[in-house]
């Protein structure tokens, strides 16, 4: 059994790596021992955590992104395999994968892939990314930002910052029931101001070009 | 008795949210309410200031979670209402100083003498906010009808949402009518329609708050001044009890009425 945290430095900042088998409690204070080890080190630094398999609750997160704060640490992001860690994440603004690693959105794998169900407002400040399809029961705020490889849903009105689909997604689309962005790209593709913003729509391409139609 | 626990915030700096405890909790305490006012905002401590006691501060926040005082020897009375009292921020500390933790055992030990106990929270989303909103029954979030704002607030209740502190509700002060007509400022529909959070109040933009707040004289105790008469309307509200809206489109002259003041020594 694994008990010590591992460190590595990634393109992201600093990657640590809470053992898995190790009860939550026990993880955190054993985490928090080894900042304590090089406070001057790690102050000022850039985290993503690695939560294994764990299904950690906001209030966990929160005090995870506590602790750091309080060694002036900025938790930037945290890895889990477990779903409500993930969507707890999430919820807090967290990043919840690499980005520009070798973690790239596969475009074919992307619409096989689980969606994510978000059934409230996506409010400021929050960043969603998933691989699979996105669906949102309420609105995305401006200053909201939603990135997918694939499509995305919005029972509601869409007006936070969308980049949906990977460039070779050509399947992708977006559903809102108000498109109110000027914030938006399908496949790479920056959607253009013309879009009407007073009735349900989907946007999708054709030909490699932006088109629409009412959503009904 | 046990305190409901009511915490101020707003995300953004600068929108009234001193204003709006130090004029509630004024409010509160006018019909016969016993209330306590916290000021969080450590290092940043206004709300003496408003209330008119700075000049009576011993003791603060830090000094009753590092043990240096009893927590009666910090509460400081009200000039106006004895039932109103005030724990003063420290000024000379940051917001590292108390936890949340501290925040909840504080407001716990409080409970049982009084009515009311209102958090003034400092603003942005990090450890001071944290502090405020650890120990909240119930969260007002002040806001004024600018788009900055309204973002910095739509950021603060998806934090809430996300901490199960439920849906806060909303208090939009300093509302210009004139420039709403203009289209030049959001109307009080234009901010409901995106936080969707339920109204508490809408406060109108009025020179007597700064004049009051010069004063350090709550403008709730000016009869004559409509963001007073907004604020008790909101403290009525908190309360449970159902106050018609008003219609900040009418002339000023049509608020200058009598409204009776109790408790007051």
């Known amino acids: ?216 | 008795m046990s305190a409901q626990v009511v915490t101020i915030t707003s995300g953004k700096g600068g929108v009234g949210k001193t204003t709006a405890v130090a004029n509630i909790a004024t409010a509160l305490a006018a019909v016969g309410q016993k209330v306590v006012c916290i000021d969080a905002d450590i290092g940043l401590r206004n709300l003496d200031v408003v209330m008119g006691l700075e000049n009576r501060i011993v003791y603060d926040l830090v000094d009753i979670v590092e043990g240096r005082c009893r927590l009666r020897q910090a509460m400081i009375r009200d000039r106006h209402f004895q039932d109103l009292y005030l724990i003063p921020a420290a000024q000379t500390r940051d917001k590292t100083a108390v936890s949340p933790g501290d925040m909840v055992d504080l407001c716990n030990e409080l409970r049982p003498e009084f009515d009311w106990i209102l958090i003034d929270s400092p603003a942005g989303i990090e450890r001071g906010f944290r502090n405020a909103i650890a120990p909240a029954d119930r969260i007002l979030l002040v806001t004024n009808p600018e788009v900055s704002a309204v973002r910095d607030a739509d950021r603060v209740i998806g934090i809430l949402e996300a901490e199960e502190k439920g849906s806060p509700w909303l208090i939009i002060n300093r509302l210009k009518p004139s420039l709403v007509r203009q289209n030049e400022m959001l109307s009080p529909e234009d901010v409901l329609d995106l936080l969707a959070v339920p109204l508490l109040g809408i406060v109108p933009e009025d020179e007597a708050i700064l004049i009051a707040t010069n004063r350090g004289t709550p403008v709730v105790l000016d009869e004559k001044s409509r963001a007073g008469r907004a604020f008790r309307n909101i403290a009525l509200r908190l309360m449970g009890k159902e106050v018609k809206d008003e219609d900040w489109d009418t002339p000023e002259s049509f608020w200058s009425r009598f409204w009776p003041l109790k408790g007051r020594k």
């Open chain 1, 1 to 216: 059994m694994s008990t010590s945290i591992e460190m590595k430095g990634i393109r992201d900042g600093l990657l640590a790596t809470i053992p898995n088998d190790l009860p939550w409690e026990e993880g955190l204070r054993l985490f928090c021992e080894h900042l304590d080890r090089q406070p001057q080190f790690f102050k000022g630094a850039r985290l993503t955590v690695d939560l294994g398999t764990r299904s950690l609750r906001v209030n966990d997160l929160v005090r995870l992104r506590e602790a750091l704060s309080e060694r002036g640490i900025s938790l930037w992001a945290v890895l889990s395999e477990s779903p409500a860690t993930m969507k707890n994440a999430q919820l807090l603004g967290l990043a919840t994968r690499l980005s520009k690693t070798s973690r790239a959105l596969a475009p074919g794998s992307a619409a096989r892939e689980m969606a994510l169900w978000i059934p409230r407002t996506v409010r400021s400040g929050v960043k969603i990314e998933h691989s699979g399809p996105v669906v949102v029961i309420g609105d995305v705020n401006p200053g909201a930002e939603i990135v997918t490889a694939s499509s995305l849903v919005v029972w509601g009105r869409l007006r936070g910052r969308v980049l949906v689909g990977d460039p070779q997604n050509a399947e992708a689309f977006i559903c809102t029931l108000r498109f109110q962005t000027t914030q938006a790209t399908l496949a790479g593709i920056p959607l253009p101001s013309s879009i009407p913003t007073e009735f349900p729509l989907k946007i999708f391409l054709e030909n490699h070009l932006p088109a629409w139609e009412k959503w009904e």
